[in-house]
């Protein structure tokens, strides 16, 4: 099982960015999905998570502003990351869990400038 992270990259603070994570094999519909992010010198933190159901849940810091979805079709999980604050700044890695499984995968750094 691979997960392939990608679309971060430099914005203005108040832009837009979406992040995908696929991933291959065949029990992603299983599993739980979730993004996090670790800022330089801090921990890796959980950013947003959307369970197999479509349940979801997101860090106090970015409701209202990140929206996580699921495409079982493109075994793919997303993060549409609105209204940006240089806050937001870190490496986002995407995680996929199951009940005996847990994969990570590579991050892709998302920069906001003031």
């Known amino acids: 099982v691979q997960l392939q992270a990608s679309g971060g990259g430099s914005v203005q603070a108040g832009g837009s960015l979406r992040l995908s994570c696929a991933q291959s094999?065949?029990?992603?519909?299983?599993?739980?999905m979730g993004w996090y992010r670790q800022a330089p010198g801090k921990q890796r933190e959980l950013v947003a998570a959307?369970?197999?159901?479509?349940?979801?849940n997101y860090a106090d810091s970015v409701k209202g502003r990140f929206t996580i979805s699921r495409d079982s079709a493109k075994n793919t999980v997303y993060l549409q990351m609105n209204s940006l604050k240089p806050e937001d700044t870190g490496v986002y890695y995407c995680?996929?869990?199951?009940?005996?499984?847990?994969?990570w995968g590579q991050g892709t750094q998302v920069t906001v400038s003031s």
């Open positions: 959307i369970t197999s159901g479509g349940s979801t």
């Open positions: 995680r996929s869990v199951g009940i005996r499984n847990d994969y």
């Open positions: 094999g065949t029990i992603f519909s299983l599993n739980a």
